[in-house]
């Protein structure tokens, strides 16, 4: 019986058996002998380490396949295929193995070469022709490539995959985001008033620096005048977290980013209830119309009461509009009138408030 042996760079690359599936082999091998031959390059295995590994302890005899590779990449990328080829795979697994072909063969392209006219991959696009490979869209294939670069820098989620663990997957991937979007907060946020997090308040008022995705010159960017965040980094804001059971919540958004705030209110744990509209009294730019008013939203959580009949005023307001992005002192004291009783917190506030707790970006300013 040959003696092999076997290279971390391939074994890692394979997901572990759980402990019932290497028993099953085991049992199987003991009462049938190893009848799938080990795949080897070189005399290092590429195919088969658990086989090799009941083989060598109970002394049972196996049969070799030899493989030729140009290279470690090329042995790698085989044992990739070989593990999506077979159906037993799990999805995290299955994503990683592909991704590592994605990013692999994104890698060799960058390099000077000469292309191979028999070689499917040279005429199409990765994704693409690993997409027809596999069954799947090249969409999938581009994300697999995100998440095994994920998985390469992070040993808790490597684990996690490893383990077969999908919550556990999960659980890693939505704290490392976390982390990554309080970090970016944090760092948007260095010149704030701290704001006492285990405080809640019922009356919240926000003003989100929204991205404008579309923007198309650079001396209109909204970067140009402050930090902006992604939909995602402002629904994963904990404004939920400062929220008492029974809240309202002010959110100021502009016509293109209506469908945006909708659902960063969701997010936010709140039901959409009505809107204002300020008239700043001077036009701006647009694609369709040219912009002239901004809105205000309210949501509100749990049973929180109306403002009394008499703080309800009109849902129109024509200001004449300040400094860019900054609204109008008479909206907060608005909101001070509707409820005087409550506690309130500002976020994104451009400066303290008499009477406010607040947080955001420009509000040491």
């Not at 929220?243 to 960063?264: C, Q, R, Y």
Request: charged residues 30%; proline residues 7%.
């Amino acid at each position: 019986m040959p003696t092999l042996k076997t290279k971390k760079q391939f074994s890692d690359l394979l997901p572990p058996l759980q402990p019932e599936e290497f028993a099953a082999l085991e049992a199987s091998i003991l009462a049938e002998g190893c009848k799938v031959p080990l795949t080897v390059w070189n005399g290092v295995i590429v195919d088969g380490h658990n086989r090799y590994a009941i083989c060598s302890k109970h002394d049972i005899p196996f049969e070799i396949e030899e493989k030729d590779f140009p290279d470690n990449d090329a042995a790698a990328d085989w044992i990739d295929a070989n593990q999506l080829a077979r159906r037993n795979l799990w999805p995290d697994a299955f994503k990683e193995a592909l991704g590592r072909r994605y990013n692999r063969e994104k890698k060799k392209r960058g390099r000077p070469k000469q292309m191979d006219q028999n070689d499917p991959i040279s005429s199409e696009s990765t994704a693409q022709a690993l997409a027809k490979e596999h069954g799947v869209s090249e969409g999938t294939v581009k994300r697999a490539g995100k998440f095994a670069e994920e998985v390469e820098a992070d040993p808790e989620l490597k684990e996690a995959v490893r383990s077969n663990n999908p919550a556990k997957v999960r659980d890693v991937q939505r704290a490392k985001k976390r982390a990554e979007r309080t970090e970016q907060i944090a760092e948007t946020s260095k010149a704030n008033e701290e704001l006492e997090t285990s405080k809640t308040y019922p009356v919240i008022y926000a003003d989100p620096p929204w991205r404008y995705e579309h923007t198309k010159t650079d001396n209109r960017k909204i970067e140009n005048q402050y930090p902006t965040m992604a939909l995602d980094e402002i629904c994963a804001l904990p404004v939920g977290d400062l929220a008492t059971d029974d809240a309202i919540l002010f959110l100021w958004t502009t016509s293109p980013k209506l469908a945006e705030s909708l659902t960063v209110l969701e997010a936010w744990g709140f039901v959409y209830r009505t809107c204002a509209v300020w008239d700043k009294q001077k036009i701006g730019m647009g694609y369709y119309f040219r912009q002239q008013h901004e809105l205000l939203l309210v949501g509100t959580c749990g049973e929180i009461p109306v403002p009394k009949p008499a703080n309800r005023k009109s849902s129109v307001f024509s200001i004449r509009r300040g400094k860019h992005s900054e609204k109008p002192i008479e909206f907060a004291k608005l909101i001070e009138t509707m409820y005087p009783e409550f506690e309130k917190v500002e976020l994104f506030a451009r400066k303290p408030r008499k009477g406010w707790a607040v947080w955001g970006n420009q509000s040491g300013a």
